[in-house]
């Protein structure tokens, strides 16, 4: 049987991609950056803070939070969220790594 796709590609390289890809949306980009400048959890401000629809930032949170870049604990009837610092510090590093090891050749095209 032939190998699966992300098996061809590094542990570091499926990872990368797995976060970045659970990133790559503006509406969770602007949620990651409301629980950041917080710099606490946030529990439902974001509605509020972002003009979206409750149903669509929760989808998102959902993406987010399956991607283990953000946790989420409940408290009462709502759920507070915070950036999950140890997979917020593995995204740091691969795409750190990623982006420092391009060399601008100044010849090339």
Not at 4 to 27: C, D, R, V
Not at 59 to 87: R, S, W
Not at 93 to 100: H, N, R, T, V
Request: hydrophobic share 40%; with cysteine.
């Amino acid at each position: 049987m032939g190998l699966t796709k992300t098996e061809i590609f590094t542990q570091e390289q499926n990872e990368l991609s797995t976060l970045l890809k659970a990133i790559a949306h503006p509406a969770r980009i602007a949620i990651l950056q409301q629980i950041i400048s917080a710099n606490a959890c946030i529990c439902g401000d974001l509605v509020e803070e972002l003009g979206l629809a409750q149903a669509t930032i929760s989808q998102h949170l959902k993406e987010l939070k399956n991607a283990g870049i953000i946790q989420g604990t409940i408290d009462g009837v709502k759920v507070c969220y915070c950036i999950e610092p140890k997979t917020w510090a593995l995204l740091q590093k691969l795409f750190g790594d990623f982006m420092g090891s391009y060399s601008d050749p100044k010849d090339c095209c």
